[in-house]
């Protein structure tokens, strides 16, 4: 029998994405999946292109199952898929934690992958998380991520945050795939939250995802409740993403948006407000640096969202309207 593993997926206007990440989800091999994508109150064709796509894969195989719920409404989980609505835009951690609070209440899963919906899962990804999480106790666990348009770069091997301005990098970013090796886990502070596996145990002790970041640094407050359990990464455990398809992250060839900017910055120094108090003022002056930056290469508006994230202001007017 295949070992069971819970999947959590965020949706918002992913469209775009959100059918190629099922395919290849529902490809997996030597794996029993149970998936939950929370559809964070999408205004585009999400909610109509998943319903559409189960009821396909259901005519063409009817062992596969579907249903959907209202998010805060979710019973046990017993079908492959379930599609849960949400009436408003929680943010990332919101969602996230509506489909691992449905997946828990399945006592056959011990593992909760949190995957974003512009990733692309080879076949054999799920099995062999399956795989390492059988191997002994861990809080999170992620694999290599790499670039959809390139997957000859890494996008990210885990994270490290500094420690007086908490800004966060990626581990290997922009290396070949074939000539890096993995780093040890236990030099890491984060895993990836596009791409990570919680253990129950792990949720049992730290509890769901800190949902008050809306977006941005989720991943790495839940890392740092993780006590003495240990970070593991899944050898030849590889996502393809694409990134930033939603909230328009920066890559090595976009710049952030104003709505990355500002949420990547206020929680940057909510961060550090919260774990690092003596940090605060080496992260705001980080972020006025930045700002300067960005306003003498032009770009005005992601310079204002950056000094009103680190100062806590209101988001900017075109920030709300994503929002809302």
């Known amino acids: 029998m295949h070992p069971p593993l819970g999947v959590a997926i965020v949706a918002f206007r992913s469209a775009d994405v959100i059918l190629d990440c099922l395919e290849s989800l529902f490809a997996s091999r030597g794996v029993t999946l149970r998936v939950a994508v929370t559809d964070n109150a999408s205004d585009d064709e999400t909610v109509a292109l998943v319903r559409e796509w189960a009821a396909r894969r259901a005519a063409d195989n009817p062992a596969f199952t579907f249903a959907e719920l209202q998010a805060d409404r979710a019973a046990a989980p017993t079908t492959a898929l379930t599609l849960l609505h949400s009436d408003y835009n929680g943010g990332y951690a919101y ?68 420690r007086w301005t908490g800004v966060c990098s990626s581990v290997n ?64 455990a590889i996502v393809r993403h694409h990134g930033g398809t939603t909230i328009g992250s920066g890559t090595a060839s976009r710049r ?47 310079a204002g969202a950056v000094l009103a994230g680190a100062f806590g202001l209101p988001p900017p007017a075109a920030v709300r309207e994503r929002i809302a």
């Open 173 to 236: 970013a922009g290396c070949s795939p074939e000539r890096t090796a993995m780093p040890d886990p236990a030099t890491l502070d984060f895993l990836t939250g596009g791409n990570v596996v919680a253990s129950r145990r792990f949720i049992d002790r730290a509890g769901l995802m800190p949902e008050d970041y809306f977006l941005y640094f989720e991943e790495v407050e839940w890392a740092l409740r993780r006590g003495d359990l240990p970070l593991r990464l899944a050898e030849g």
């Open 256 to 302: 952030a948006t104003p709505f990355a900017n500002y949420f990547n910055t206020r929680n940057r120094i909510r961060f550090l407000r919260r774990n690092r108090p003596l940090a605060v003022p080496f992260g705001i002056a980080h972020a006025v640096a930045k700002a300067g930056q960005l306003a003498l290469k032009g770009a005005v508006a992601e």
């Open 95 to 162: 969602g996230v934690n509506s489909g691992l609070r449905l997946l828990l209440r399945d006592s056959a899963l011990e593992m909760f992958w949190v995957l974003n919906p512009d990733c692309i899962v080879p076949p054999e990804a799920a099995a062999r998380y399956a795989a390492c999480g059988a191997e002994g106790v861990f809080s999170l666990m992620s694999g290599r991520t790499v670039y959809c348009e390139d997957p000859a770069v890494i996008q990210t091997d885990g994270g490290r945050v500094h």
